[in-house]
């Protein structure tokens, strides 16, 4: 049995914890990251990044020009009996396009990314408990199955389940959204296509994608409220069987087995600080539930945590002034998106109406200018700005939304 010590322990190498570490380990912290399973690994995702994460992407620092990314040039709707094309938003605050790259490609890069910024990557190491001050109760480390790892920080990115969390009896909040999704890869001539296309006549508070990948093989899935279709497959199969056989999304041309995982939404763990341990992405449900998009808010969350953590832990803070500012975490985090996240709430809880779902659909995709408004306010791509009247009133309703 081995001990370490750090400054900062970060449980989980995935977005939102390699992102924190990489950061925290540029501003001269010793960071220790513990990843239960060995890069390269399977993680169920549409692999598709919005402007959002792209711009998480490049202020990290990440080469998005290096051989692997491949770009979007906007996103498809099909719905209603109708096809609508619109390109990604010219905002000032984000880059014009998308990247698509697969999970087990893209977690391992920012793994790589974070050790070269000084983290300290630790791979095949699973976490069994926390370990807690007997005295106040705080977080002060974890015991895993090699040893037990200090530090005067830890951060649980261990994912949905979030493990660590939930030994400290952290459970997500009754009545948040959690989503379901699950995807396949194929072969196929529309690997290519520079769109993110999304399908709206699925079901009831559930969509279908297909994003070409550029190697060949197209991500095709489905996102769904877990309540709404517990039979994901079902789903999936029936879709797959009314698209064109051209386009390949056949058992014979699959090159790989269905996976399907939790979409945590809504900021559905909280709190996301406790004395010693910080919540980032999945762990603290961090997924849009407007659109189901979970690795922007991760990185964003990790980058917001990661400032905090660097000011709280510098030489010039004292015990008392530190917790102040961890505690302080939470409240950025519902600054940033709590408005948003309850509108999202309410939106999903619109569409589980199946006349609901169909009438929006139908007005939707027959109105563009609505439906580019629509877009702009589930995915979050507005200008903070507010350089356009769209843009003003998406931020006046996240605004005046209460956030919780």
């Known amino acids: 049995m081995t001990s370490t010590e750090s400054d900062v322990l970060v449980v989980g190498a995935g977005p939102a914890g390699s992102t924190v570490a990489s950061y925290l380990a540029r501003a001269g912290l010793d960071v220790r990251v513990l990843e239960k399973s060995a890069f390269p690994r399977e993680k169920v995702c549409g692999d598709g990044l919005t402007p959002r994460a792209v ?12 051989p692997g990314w491949f770009r979007s040039r ?20 984000l880059p014009p ?31 069994t408990a926390p370990l807690t001050d007997d005295r106040t109760g705080r977080v ?33 909040r009754a009545g948040r959204p959690i989503g379901v999704a699950a995807r396949r890869y194929f072969r196929g001539p529309r690997h290519d296509d520079d769109h993110l296309e999304t399908w ?64 945590p939404m809504g900021f559905s763990r909280q709190p996301h600080y406790r004395p010693g341990l910080v919540l980032v992405g999945d762990s603290g449900g961090m997924v849009n539930p407007m659109n189901g998009e979970g690795i922007a808010y991760a990185m ?32 950025a985090l519902k600054a940033a998106h709590g408005g948003h996240f309850t509108l999202g709430r309410w939106f999903v809880s619109a569409i589980e109406n199946p006349r609901i779902m169909r009438m929006a659909t139908r007005q939707g995709m027959s109105r563009p200018a609505l439906m580019r408004f ?21 931020h006046a309703l996240a605004r005046m939304t209460p956030s919780s």
């Open 55 to 66: 711009h998480e992407l490049m202020a990290l620092g990440v080469d998005i020009d290096a």
């Open 74 to 93: 906007g996103l498809r709707l099909v719905g209603g009996g109708r096809t609508l094309e619109m390109p990604w938003s010219e905002l000032t605050n």
């Open 97 to 127: 396009f998308g990247l698509v790259r697969p999970r087990r490609d893209f977690d391992e890069t920012l793994a790589r990314h974070a050790v070269r910024s000084g983290a300290a990557l630790v791979e095949n190491t699973k976490v």
């Open 140 to 172: 002060i480390g974890v015991a895993t199955d090699g040893g037990t790892h200090t530090a005067r920080l830890v951060v649980a990115a261990d994912g949905a389940s979030s493990r660590l969390a939930v030994a400290l009896g952290m459970r997500p």
């Open 200 to 263: 709206l006549d699925l079901g009831p508070a559930a969509y279908g994608w297909m994003f070409g990948v550029g190697d060949g093989t197209c991500n095709v899935g489905v996102a769904l409220l877990s309540k709404a279709h517990a039979d994901y497959r079902r789903l999936l199969r029936r879709w797959l069987e009314t698209l064109p056989a051209g386009w390949g999304f056949t058992e014979e041309n699959a090159t790989g087995p269905l996976r399907g995982a939790a979409l």
């Open 300 to 331: 964003e969350a990790a980058r917001i945590a990661a400032g905090t953590i660097v000011q709280a832990l510098g030489p010039s803070s004292d015990a008392a002034r530190a917790e102040r500012l961890l505690a302080s975490y939470p409240r």
């Open 374 to 394: 629509t877009i702009k306010l589930l995915g979050n791509l507005t200008d903070p700005r507010g350089a356009t009247a769209t843009d003003r009133l998406a």
